[in-house]
């Protein structure tokens, strides 16, 4: 069975400081895709960033970058230059490659509040 | 706005009765998913939509839980019979193209309050 673990329920960080979100995960395929999803408070969850399991290249979108240790099977946010924007439930979540199944594995999720 | 859209936003029923959701995904995406988020819980798959077939069926989806999308546009998602246990946010997402990888884009969610 496929599951994803963010061991951090609670975070909270200072206005333009950094702030790392912690995933691992585990699952006995090989081919599969990260992702990282955000979820406003009563608003719709969006796509932050992702990352193909067969790259070793960390993915980078703007103040958002992970850290991939496939080894490790873990797959953490690293948001610099926190914005009060950036308040937010954060999802880590995977896909399997190849195996004609499309859902999403999702974390229990880390709440994050960026302190003014 | 040309996301995807959710009706009703909020819904409160009580435990036998019948309840029915509607998800308008983004024009053109073939893919349509159904999840459900319970409080302090992250999504779980239910079911997927490639146009108007149904592919994948999470064990999640009981006998009392039916899903459509007719003519590959909307979806509505049925539960008949509410327990209190199906008390939950239903979100719907949807995606375009033939990867895992495509972006699946979620929708407002529906909250079903089973009383």
């Known amino acids: 069975a496929q599951t994803v673990t963010q061991s951090q329920p609670e975070m909270s960080v200072q206005e333009a400081e950094t702030v790392t979100l912690s995933c691992t995960y585990d699952?006995?395929?090989?081919?599969?895709?990260l992702f990282w999803y955000k979820q406003p408070p009563s608003r719709q969850m969006i796509l932050v960033i992702r990352q193909e399991a067969y790259k070793q290249q960390n993915a980078t979108e703007n103040r958002f970058s992970v850290n991939f240790q496939k080894a490790a099977k873990s797959f953490s946010l690293k948001i610099s230059d926190s914005q009060l924007g950036d308040t937010a439930m954060y999802f880590c979540?995977?896909?399997?490659?190849?195996?004609?199944?499309?859902?999403?594995?999702f974390g229990k999720g880390t709440k994050l509040s960026v302190i003014p | 706005d040309t996301g995807v859209s959710q009706d009703p936003r909020h819904k409160i029923t009580k435990r036998g009765q019948n309840v029915t959701f509607r998800c308008d995904p983004i024009?053109?995406?073939?893919?349509l998913y159904w999840y459900r988020q319970t409080l302090g819980q992250g999504p779980e798959f239910l079911t997927y939509f490639q146009n108007e077939a149904q592919l994948e069926k999470s064990r999640l989806l009981s006998d009392r839980f039916s899903a459509e999308r007719p003519k590959g546009s909307f979806s509505t998602l049925e539960i008949q019979r509410t327990e209190q246990g199906d008390s939950a946010m239903y979100l719907c997402a949807s995606s375009f193209g033939s990867g895992v990888t495509d972006t699946q884009y979620f929708g407002p969610g529906t909250r079903l309050t089973v009383l």
């Open positions: 979540a995977f896909i399997i490659s190849g195996a004609g199944s499309y859902q999403l594995t």
């Open positions: 024009s053109e995406h073939n893919r």
């Open positions: 699952t006995s395929e090989n081919n599969y895709y």
